[in-house]
């Protein structure tokens, strides 16, 4: 089963609005979480990490005023688009290492996805 | 140069026949590599995980590491339509992950 989620799934705003995409660990805890953000037909890209307790790390280019990432506990972090524009159009996927989880089905060194949240800005 | 260099295809095959994907890297600090199944409008799902060089088999799935080569491979035995998907490589030194750019392949019926 999934062990990582996301909400919403799709959303659709108007030009200047923010929006709030939640991604959560299932069942483990992660002190660290990835945003990725891929267009059509090409790969992962990653937007920043986020931090438990600490601020995010942004990858060049990235803009952290526009892209806020707060991790509010082990368990949720969440990426605000704000004030959101048509180019702002993307998939947005997260993802977590399970670390030191215990759990036995889970590969310690890589990164577990969620659904993604598909975002198009009117 | 890009640090991991994969074909995007597409890659069409009949359905029965063997998939082959590839991945070569330049990086030699690599220490793990995945092979990652994305379905159209999902997020991607772990298919593979392998962290020495060597060959690691699950069901119909063969992933290879050869890192003397830096050259990763995955194979699909009797492939079926359901595995039409994009395939993604994925490895791992510190703590991102670098991708390649994906393959997609359909498996027609």
């Known amino acids: 089963g999934a062990v990582v989620s996301q909400h919403p799934s799709r959303v659709i705003c108007k030009s200047g609005t923010s929006v709030k995409i939640e991604c959560r660990s299932l069942d483990f805890q992660a002190t660290t979480m990835f945003w990725y953000r891929q267009f059509p037909k090409q790969s992962l890209m990653l937007m920043a990490t986020?931090?438990?307790?600490?601020?995010?790390?942004?990858e060049q280019g990235v803009e952290k005023d526009k892209f806020l990432i707060n991790h509010a506990s082990l368990t949720l972090s969440t990426l605000t688009v704000t004030s959101a524009h048509p180019e702002d159009s993307s998939f947005y996927i997260c993802s977590a290492p399970p670390g030191t989880s215990g759990i036995s089905t889970l590969k310690q060194e890589t990164q577990y996805f969620g659904p993604g949240t598909r975002l198009l800005v009117l | 140069q890009k640090e991991v260099e994969q074909d995007p295809g597409p890659l069409s095959v009949p359905e029965g026949a063997i998939v082959s994907l590839n991945c070569t890297y330049s990086?030699?600090?690599?220490?793990?590599f995945m092979w990652y199944r994305q379905y159209s409008r999902k997020g991607p799902e772990l298919l593979m995980y392998t962290y020495s060089s060597g060959n690691k088999e699950d069901g119909r799935f063969t992933a290879q590491v050869d890192k003397s080569s830096k050259y990763i491979s995955l194979f699909i035995r009797d492939s079926q339509p359901s595995d039409s998907a994009t395939y993604l490589c994925?490895?791992?030194?510190?703590?991102?992950?670098?991708f390649g750019a994906g393959t997609t392949v359909t498996v027609r019926a």
């Open positions: 986020s931090n438990e307790g600490s601020k995010a790390t942004y």
């Open positions: 990086n030699s600090a690599f220490q793990y």
């Open positions: 994925a490895m791992k030194a510190d703590y991102k992950l670098s």
